[in-house]
């Protein structure tokens, strides 16, 4: 099986509004996977299609479901 290398490892990885569709090793220092994980791109769904993918961080991986905003907590207090 074909794999596509996204990173070399040495790394922060950042996965987000991506629709990923080949076979892929993932490797980096840190690896977030998440609609909302990094400010640097737009927000958006990330979408693993057929293929097998091998995810590995040095530090540490995240997968972050994105709340919807009728499931948040509004964290603000009204004064009475």
């Known amino acids: 099986m074909f794999f596509l290398d996204l990173a070399n490892g040495n790394e922060d990885?950042?996965?987000?509004?991506?629709?990923?569709?080949?076979?892929?090793?993932?490797?980096?220092?840190?690896?977030?996977?998440?609609?909302?994980?990094?400010?640097?791109?737009?927000?958006?769904e990330v979408v693993f299609e057929k293929g097998r993918y091998v995810i590995r961080a040095i530090r540490s991986t995240s997968v972050r479901e994105r709340k919807s905003r009728k499931n948040r907590k509004s964290n603000s207090k009204t004064d009475k």
């Open 13 to 44: 990885i950042f996965i987000q509004n991506e629709k990923l569709s080949l076979s892929k090793n993932i490797s980096g220092k840190t690896v977030k996977i998440g609609s909302s994980v990094t400010d640097g791109k737009e927000e958006g």
